[in-house]
């Protein structure tokens, strides 16, 4: 359970740190560790160089202004927990981030980290995801924008290229009165979640369902929006019935992965149980 | 590479490999075993020391990403002889068997009762979901920290 050697640099600048990323095909980033270090322990990942972002200034802010919310790459998830401002700006937010991993981890896994490591069950992927967020990449080319349903591409597989690295997350302006859930389920608390789904919907002024936007993790390679879900429930009111069609709907769009913990089958019923309850919540439950 | 952080309140400096965790420089080249290794992936929480406040793994931390830190280990938390309220709690509870867990289990509970004297059981299970224990069964951890929970709140904020 020891890395085998790497050359270690933390750089002060992002240029520096993109330059030395460019610099060596076989180095990698690290932040809060929190998810290389355990595939560093394993060896399945041996990087030549690590390129340490702990210096590297203006990573760490959460901003919210009318735009919606910027957090950069190297936001804790106990920042996110802490700060009081999200439980209006983002209540999906505050209340996932709560349910990451273990408390020792919230305290130094970052949104930047959790991005690129590209986990399919993660939860900051998914969120990113079914809120249709917008990604900054740095690299020697300079800076691009990625929308979040197009960054991640399979498993631990992004289009982030070498010598780039993600700046900043911006989720869209939340708007009052959104009705919302989030539901995972693990086998132990903490773990990565078998599945799990993110939900948010406004309502026209009869109370139907308006703009719905739905999204899965844990049961597919990446974290995905339902679409089939989200036409279905616009346009409607949210009584058992419909919940129930969703529910059915959501198993039948997910292709979830067959492996030792769940067979396919178990993690399709868990998707349907979670889209159930998430819309069942959310139709008791407003945000300010 | 050259490292320097506070450990326990003293100043030190080690020469380590980038590539060594937190905790085998903790334990290899400083000598404070108190702080175990169970998985050395991030999974069993037995090496959870407090890094500038926070108590995080040590196993997934590098010991050079500690440059200019503080860090309290299991060592650092009873200056004295005495045992602390926290540690007093947990005999009192017989909140170890093997003390395999504990000192994870003690830094944990400490940065936890530190930030939050109010605490209440669900919060400190939610908390301690982190560390592994396969002797207690845990019910007697949670009745010690909770237990403990009045000294913290004693303590003067600056």
């Not at chain 1, 408390?103 to 986990?119: F, K, M």
């Not at chain 1, 800076?143 to 498993?155: I, Y």
Request: glycine share 8%; charged share 25%.
């Amino acid at each position: 359970m020891k890395p085998a050697p790497f050359e270690y640099q933390a750089p002060a600048t992002l240029r520096e740190a993109v330059d030395l990323l460019a610099s060596d095909p076989e180095a990698m980033v690290i932040a809060g560790g929190q998810s290389l270090m355990p595939l560093l322990a394993l060896r399945l990942a041996t990087p030549s160089l690590l390129v340490d972002l702990r210096r590297v200034p203006g990573l760490d802010a959460i901003a919210i202004d009318d735009s919606g919310i910027r957090l950069g790459a190297r936001v804790r998830w106990r920042d996110i927990e802490d700060d009081r401002r999200l439980e209006t700006a983002h209540p999906l937010l505050r209340e996932t981030i709560a349910q990451v991993a273990h408390y020792q981890i919230r305290n130094r896994g970052t949104v930047g980290g959790s991005l690129a490591h590209a986990d399919p069950a993660a939860e900051l992927p998914g969120i990113a995801v079914t809120c249709d967020a917008e990604l900054t990449l740095v690299g020697v080319a300079g800076t691009r924008m990625v929308r979040a349903g197009d960054f991640f591409t399979g498993p631990l597989t992004t289009v982030r290229q070498h010598d780039e690295i993600i700046t900043e997350l911006h989720l869209p302006f939340w708007p009052s009165g959104r009705r919302w859930a989030f539901r995972e389920f693990a086998q132990r608390r903490g773990d990565f979640s078998l599945a799990g789904i993110a939900l948010f919907y406004g309502e026209d002024q009869e109370g139907r369902v308006a703009n719905a936007h739905v999204g899965v993790i844990g049961a597919c390679d990446r974290p995905q929006r339902l679409m089939e879900v989200e036409a279905l429930l616009n346009g409607r009111f949210i009584d058992e019935g419909l919940i129930r069609e969703a529910a059915e709907t959501s198993a039948r769009t997910v292709d979830p992965p067959e492996d030792l913990h769940a067979p396919a089958a178990y993690r399709r019923a868990l998707v349907a149980t979670l889209i159930e309850r998430g819309l069942r919540s959310a139709a008791q439950h407003r945000s300010a | 590479m050259q490292v320097n952080f506070k450990l326990n309140g003293t100043p030190v400096v080690v020469d380590v490999e980038p590539r060594m965790h937190l905790a085998d420089c903790l334990r290899d080249e400083l000598r404070q075993t108190g702080t175990h290794l169970g998985c050395e992936h991030g999974v069993c929480g037995a090496c959870t020391v407090i890094v500038d406040g926070a108590a995080i793994r040590s196993c997934l931390m590098l010991a050079v990403q500690a440059e200019g830190s503080s860090i309290v280990t299991v060592e650092g938390l009873s200056t004295e002889e005495a045992l602390t309220p926290l540690q007093t709690a947990f005999r009192k509870h017989h909140a170890l068997q093997c003390g395999f867990c504990t000192p994870g289990m003690l830094t944990t509970a400490h940065a936890l009762l530190a930030d939050e004297p109010d605490a209440d059981a669900d919060r400190i299970r939610g908390v301690l979901s982190g560390n592994l224990c396969r002797c207690t069964g845990y019910i007697p951890i949670i009745d010690a920290v909770l237990d403990a929970r009045a000294a913290y709140r004693k303590i003067d904020k600056p």
